[in-house]
């Protein structure tokens, strides 16, 4: 790893002025930035940690939903959001092991938008709004593409306010050695209709599968998609799952979810 | 920039990098080379300690991040006269460990999953333990040491 300055900011504004100098970096959990510093995939010269930021953190309900603040760890979302969204406290003690979970952090996730990881899914899914330093962000308008979003150089996440859905379940098919989704389904029942989230699956990351969207909302059962066949075209294909053998998985895990929720 | 935390209960001190990881700082900083780094990618859990109580891969976390925080490797492990600890004495007593390369990390995920939940499932222990490695044992001693340490009948476990 080259080496760089670490600077701890106690505030959001400080955190931005911070991200304001030439080669700097956000680092929350660390957790996907430094194994990607060691293997020179990034080498930025200053990184600007978030885990002292208190406005940053922390599960909270409030009138629109529940708002978790971006440098949340993810073991603090399966413990603290558990008795306001059970679907989604479940899917982050899903999440890698418990000392991934005791640093990596829901912004983290979202702004790094891997394809197989699993807070994309539930964000989407939820319709969620990613809060920034500067604005607020549909989750629809925020994930671009693999490793891309809507975030401009230098702008954070802050927190990430999920509506509550009336039922929801996450359904995950881990990878067995790496612990990330091979395909992860998402699906939350709202009163104006069903949303259904997949990560894992996608070339182009997260999606959201609306025929199974629209057979949802008029029937509410894992029967209700078994006339349904994902295409398997835009799917993605590797040693672990061909494309064809995903968009099955999708299916599988859809059922699945809309039983559990 | 020299970095302090507390380490096993006392304050301790060394010279840092930005870039220096918390399992650089305690095994060529400190000389605490219990903690192992096997991987070094966030993989194994070799490198597993505690940071204010929570488990952490060290390999993954900055020493400079981790500043002023309260930190316990396994050199903190044993019992004040110098016995093993309860966890430490059912690893050995259950053959947990071959090689024994894994067991700082074992032993410390362990103590944390204890720390939550003092009476597991042969479940809760498995899905705990999920991101530590070991290419030795085949787990199944290490579950029945961890069952043990709980307290557990471990011979009501099956055998293999
Ligand atoms: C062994 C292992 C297993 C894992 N398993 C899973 C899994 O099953 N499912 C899953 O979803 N993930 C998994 N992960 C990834 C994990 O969830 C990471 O924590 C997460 O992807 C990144 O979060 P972080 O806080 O560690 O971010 P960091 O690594 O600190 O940062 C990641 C990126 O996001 C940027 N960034 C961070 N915070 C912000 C912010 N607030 N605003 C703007 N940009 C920001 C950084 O600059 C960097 O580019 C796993 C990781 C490991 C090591
Ligand atoms: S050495 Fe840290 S996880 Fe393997
Ligand atoms: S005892 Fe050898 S790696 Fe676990």
Known sequence: MHNFDLVKPSSVAEAVAALGSEGAQALSGGQTLLPSMKQRLAAPERLVSLTDIAEMKGVCRGEEGLVVGAATPHGVVAREAKAHYPALAWLAGEIGDPSVRARGTIGGSLANNDPAACYPAAALASGATIVTDRREIAAGDFFQGLFTTALEEGEIV????????????YMKFAQPASRFALVGVFVAQFADGVRVA???AGEDGVFRWTEAEGALSADFRPEAVEGLSLSAEGLLGDLHGTPAYRAHLVKVLTKRAVAAA | MKVTMTVNGRPMSAETEGRTLLSSFLRE???????????????CGACTVH???????????????VAGKSVTTIEGMANKDGSLSVIQQAFQDHHGL?????????VMIS????????????????HYLKGNICR??????IVKAVMAAAGADSRKLAAE
């Open chain 1, 158 to 169: 802050t927190s990430v306010r999920f509506p509550l859905p009336e039922r929801a379940a």
């Open chain 1, 198 to 200: 997949v990560t894992g």
């Open chain 2, 29 to 43: 900083g400190l000389g605490l080379t219990g903690t192992h780094v096997g991987c070094d990618t966030t993989q």
């Open chain 2, 51 to 65: 940071v204010d109580g929570e488990p952490v891969k060290s390999c993954t976390v900055l020493a400079q991040d």
């Open chain 2, 98 to 106: 071959q090689c024994g390369f894994c067991t700082p990390g074992m």
């Open chain 2, 111 to 126: 103590a944390a999953l204890l720390n939550e939940k003092p009476n597991p499932t042969e479940e809760e222990v498995r």
């Open chain 2, 136 to 141: 030795c044992t085949g787990y199944h001693n």
